[in-house]
């Protein structure tokens, strides 16, 4: 199948044409040099290159994620993600064309207590998550076929992520503080980016969540990434949110609880814990 893939030099989207290649042509698309240019904010550009490409299914990866970046610039987020996401909507429901859409435990306010699942009700508390619940409403009533795939925590041996973040402050401090009362899921995002591979040519529309298996703190999981890179040497000294105040109320419980997988009879997903490990060794 012909495959687009919006933000195809970040993080994800990189390894999601990876993932993709040898399978499917791929269309990698982004704002930056290195792939064909495409803002997903403008809306020409966006129906231009979907009628001239005529892509089976887009994966739509692009998105402004600095979470306190949107809660300084509100109307940027909304307009990457929110309007953005309709604009593709739109365009790949003029050729009867998939998509396949990132988004956040952020649409969650973190205060149910255990893991949400793909039916609990979403309800953002900062700019960030309410502009990727709008490009989810976006698409799924603009967007017969879709997937909509809810992820957290995401990390790679490249790009900016947590526990890059976290290996490189360990490069010149002896102790790091990281805060040990937010609690979710670690993605590893090869993991992620196979997963996505995996739903192009799928009918099994909606909205599914993927994490790796398991949960923890950002101070447990710091840990575990200094543990696995052997940098034993390290203190981490665990503190709360309030010592280490944000822009944005971060939630405080977001695991994602991969319901829809597990119905399916899929949910094999392995441990948080094995993909550091991969995380590590791939450094």
Known sequence: MRVLVTGACGMLGSLVCRSLEGSHTVVPTDIADGCERLDVADTGAVFDIISRVHPQTVIHCA???????????????HKI??????NLA?????????????????????????????????NPQGAYGASKLAGEQAIEQICRKHHIVRTSWLFAPHGKNF???ILNAAETKSEL????????????????????ASLVGSQLYGTYHFT??????????????????????VKVEPITSEQWPTPTKRPKYSVLRR???????????RSWQSAVAEFAAAL
């Open 90 to 122: 739109c365009a790949c429901a003029s050729i009867n064309c998939a998509i396949i859409y990132v988004s956040t435990d952020y649409v969650f306010d973190g205060e149910k207590g255990e893991p949400y699942t793909e039916f609990d009700s979403p």
């Open 163 to 165: 526990a890059l973040s």
């Open 212 to 233: 790796n298996s398991g949960s923890c703190s950002w101070y447990e999981f710091a840990r575990e990434i200094l543990n696995a890179a052997g940098k034993t040497e």
């Open 177 to 196: 503080r990281v805060v040990a009362d937010q609690v979710g899921s670690p993605t590893y995002a090869r993991d992620l980016s196979e997963y996505l």
């Open 63 to 77: 998105a402004m994620t600095d979470v306190d970046g949107c809660e300084r610039a509100p109307d940027a987020a």
């Open 259 to 269: 319901y829809r997988m597990e119905l399916l009879g899929r949910d094999d997903t």
């Open 81 to 86: 993600n929110a309007i953005g996401a309709w």
